[in-house]
């Protein structure tokens, strides 16, 4: 009787994407604030926004037994639904900084932020769901 491996998240793919998401966080939000390191923490954002790419592909074959088809549209809305509770997640934390005064932006600073983040966020999420299913 075989015995059926659960999958276990990859420890150190969610590091590279709490520490991109972080480094690019803190890089967007230093430059709203006008700090001098913004530069640094896009830059540590990056490399890990590349370590994650690089992880990824190299788990590339770890797939399940899914048909092709069936595989790539269960990847597609797997990923818009991560995506959307990621951004609806930073959405809310933008507004309660917003309205508590902590930044200062117009509207159009913030549509930038959301929509540049919500293609950051969709990428990765699309990458994470192509590697674990």
């Given at each position: 009787m075989e015995k059926k491996k659960?999958?276990?998240s990859d420890s150190i793919i969610v590091g590279?994407?709490?520490w991109s998401f972080f480094g690019i966080g803190i890089g967007i939000f230093d430059i709203?604030?006008?700090n001098d390191d913004a530069f640094i923490w896009f830059v540590f954002g990056?490399?890990?926004?590349?370590?994650?790419?690089y992880r990824l592909r190299k788990t590339k074959n770890n797939t399940n037994e899914r048909y092709e088809d069936?595989?790539?549209k269960f990847i597609s809305e797997k990923s818009k639904n991560m995506s959307f509770d990621i951004l609806f997640g930073s959405i809310v934390i933008f507004k309660i900084l917003i309205s508590s005064g902590k930044i200062?932006?117009?509207s159009y600073d913030v549509i930038s932020i959301i929509l540049g983040g919500a293609l950051i966020i969709q990428f990765i999420s699309y990458l994470v769901c192509k590697s674990k299913y």
């Amino acid at each position: 009787m075989e015995k059926k491996k659960t999958k276990q998240s990859d420890s150190i793919i969610v590091g590279a994407i709490v520490w991109s998401f972080f480094g690019i966080g803190i890089g967007i939000f230093d430059i709203i604030t006008k700090n001098d390191d913004a530069f640094i923490w896009f830059v540590f954002g990056g490399l890990s926004l590349i370590y994650l790419i690089y992880r990824l592909r190299k788990t590339k074959n770890n797939t399940n037994e899914r048909y092709e088809d069936e595989r790539k549209k269960f990847i597609s809305e797997k990923s818009k639904n991560m995506s959307f509770d990621i951004l609806f997640g930073s959405i809310v934390i933008f507004k309660i900084l917003i309205s508590s005064g902590k930044i200062k932006m117009d509207s159009y600073d913030v549509i930038s932020i959301i929509l540049g983040g919500a293609l950051i966020i969709q990428f990765i999420s699309y990458l994470v769901c192509k590697s674990k299913y």
